[in-house]
T-cell receptor, first 121, second 112 residues
């Protein structure tokens, strides 16, 4: 089945550090990738949607200058948490979707990465 | 009001018993519905899609009630390995494509 790899799986760093998280689709080309955040005992919240080669679309309340998203290729998207602070500590999960455009647009299912646990001290 | 609401539980279930729980959604334009399973500190994994006619996958049965805007999941003959958080997920169309909205999850604990 479709596999999405996320790296690193766990990060602990000091306040003020910038942290980059990678999301790769290993066996398919992801036309759209999504970044979610999940705080303890809460639901996954969509942060942003990114399409290859274009700017990400951020959800309301998510600072685009704080959470930089780059989707430079069909298999890789990165999320950089700039100048991270303790309140940014969370579980960050990406998902990737392959959409078919030939013969009419058709969305594929979302495949999730295994998440990155970010702890800011 | 949250877009997707679930009873957080936990539902403590004896092994072999049946457990069922619901999820309500507020957006009447929602198009697709799913149940995901999430184990502790892991990513969510698709359990099953939910169709209007209801559908069954082994010990799992999902139902959709559009009139009352809820979906349900029933687990028969519960196994210890069924212990997890079950996430109700609703999809609706936005300009950027279908957006998935996750409920807060229902925690199920199956005990021997």
């Amino acid at each position: 089945g479709a596999v999405v790899s996320q790296h690193p799986s766990w990060v602990i760093c000091k306040s003020g550090t910038s942290v980059k998280i990678e999301c790769r689709s290993l066996d398919f080309q992801a036309t759209t990738m999504f970044w979610y955040r999940q705080f303890p005992k809460q639901s996954l919240m969509l942060m942003a949607t990114s399409n290859e080669g274009s700017k990400a679309t951020y959800e309301q309340g998510v600072e685009k200058d704080k959470f930089l998203i780059n989707h430079a290729s069909l298999t890789l998207s990165t999320l950089t948490v700039t100048s991270a602070h303790p309140e940014d500590s969370s579980f960050y999960i990406c998902s990737a979707r392959m959409d078919r455009k030939g013969g009419g647009f058709r969305e594929g299912p979302q495949h999730f990465g295994d998440g990155t646990r970010l702890s800011i001290l | 009001r949250k877009e997707v609401e679930q009873d957080p539980g936990p539902f403590n279930v004896p092994e072999g018993a049946t457990v069922a729980f619901n999820c309500t959604y507020s957006n009447s334009a929602s198009q697709s519905f799913f149940w995901y399973r999430q184990d502790c500190r892991k990513e969510p994994k698709l359990l099953m899609s939910v169709y209007s006619s209801g559908n069954e996958d082994g010990r799992f049965t999902a139902q959709l009630n559009r009139a009352s805007q809820y979906i349900s999941l029933l687990i028969r003959d519960s196994k210890l390995s069924d212990s997890a958080t079950y996430l109700c997920v609703v999809s609706h169309l936005k300009a950027a494509g279908n957006k998935l909205t996750f409920g807060g999850g229902t925690r199920v604990l199956v005990k021997p």
